[in-house]
């Protein structure tokens, strides 16, 4: 009976170390997955710590004057964002990127953002002017601007990092492209970001095919009765340089807003496509662009005569530009028109 009580003891000690190995052998491995896993994830995200550069060095204002913006460095890929480019925005809700939390909700948000009017979403002021004590109270990791921020800027980096992904007039399609790089380089959402460009590549190479049926196109903006007139240089200039639509003039001067534009300017030119942006329907003003622009003297242009004159969406082409889903929306209306 003894010699049977030891042997069980031998057994039972022997199969306790035999299931203390096997623990500390499936400890090992997990703790190698999991740091083989953490790698990956850190591979994945982009090798955070990360640091990110604006789209451009600086932005005039005339509220600061020159605001010049800095590069910045996240510890982690941000989780609570806040966005104050529409653009932007737009590319972020292309590339599936989770984690918005505040935007302004103004009458200007794109009917394509709608969703970001809900309460899902913290109000965190307009376009210019934002609701500082709301961004923080919400603690967001990180701000992303434009232009019409800039003047905040100062006061932002107090709250959290801030980015600027805004866009420039004299080169409108490389900042725009830097800002989806960065917006897919933080995200890890690189993959995706290369699936859109492959699609606006695409509407790129239908819309040169149109421009080239014409020899003078002039793009206009109206506002309020009013018109100007863009350069190449200036902030609708990509339609000309990218677009491939030939100027009638090269003596506008550039400006963000453009020169101002009488319609007997535009019968002494007489382009054979005018494009007019409607800068007074996306202000939220009451626009009478077609009774104002089919008037005598616009009449007597071949634009007029041939059914080329374009009407462009206002708040598309005015405030929500800058965006994968915007540029190519901008891209396929003026294939629309003219196709």
């Known amino acids: 009976m003894k010699k049977w009580k030891l042997a069980s003891a031998v057994l039972a000690l022997t199969l306790a170390l035999t299931a203390c190995g096997n623990d500390d052998e499936a400890t090992k491995e997990k703790n190698e997955t999991d740091v083989?896993?953490?790698?990956?994830?850190?591979?994945?995200?982009?090798?955070?710590?990360?640091?990110?550069?604006?789209?451009?060095?600086?932005?005039?204002?005339?509220?600061?004057?020159t605001v010049n913006f800095e590069d910045v460095t996240f510890k982690a890929m941000p989780e609570k964002i806040v966005v104050f480019d529409y653009g932007f925005l737009d590319?972020?809700?292309?590339?599936?990127?989770?984690?918005?939390?505040?935007?302004?909700?103004?009458?200007?948000?794109?009917?394509?953002?709608?969703?970001?009017g809900s309460d899902d979403y913290v109000n965190v002021g307009t376009l210019k002017e934002p609701l500082l004590e709301d961004i923080a109270e919400i603690g967001p990791d990180a701000i992303f601007i434009s232009g019409r921020l800039a003047p905040y800027y100062e006061e932002l980096k107090e709250i959290a990092p801030v980015v600027f992904v805004g866009t420039t007039q004299d080169d409108y399609w490389n900042t725009f492209q830097a800002s989806v790089d960065l917006a897919a380089k933080m995200f890890d959402k690189e993959a995706e970001a290369k699936e859109f460009k492959a699609k606006i590549d695409s509407a790129l190479e239908e819309v040169k095919a149109l421009s080239g049926n014409y020899e003078t196109s002039l793009v206009t903006m109206y506002n309020e009765g009013k018109l100007s007139g863009f350069a190449t240089n200036s902030r609708f200039g990509y339609i000309y340089d990218i677009y491939g639509f030939k100027p009638v003039t090269e003596e506008i001067t550039a400006s963000s807003h453009g020169s101002n534009f009488g319609f007997e300017a535009i019968l002494d030119l007489n382009p054979e496509v005018l494009f007019v942006i409607d800068r007074t329907a996306a202000v939220g003003g009451q626009s009478n662009i077609s009774k104002d622009m089919e008037n005598k003297i616009i009449e007597k242009t071949q634009a007029y005569q041939n059914k080329r004159i374009v009407y462009l969406d206002g708040v598309l082409w005015y405030l929500s530009g800058g965006g994968l889903e915007s540029e190519l929306a901008k891209i396929e209306e003026i294939i629309a028109e003219l196709k």
């Open 36 to 65: 083989a896993g953490e790698q990956a994830t850190k591979e994945a995200t982009g090798q955070y710590p990360m640091t990110v550069s604006p789209t451009t060095a600086s932005a005039e204002s005339e509220e600061a004057g």
């Open 91 to 116: 590319t972020l809700d292309a590339l599936g990127v989770e984690g918005v939390v505040g935007v302004p909700q103004d009458s200007s948000l794109p009917a394509s953002l709608e969703e970001y």
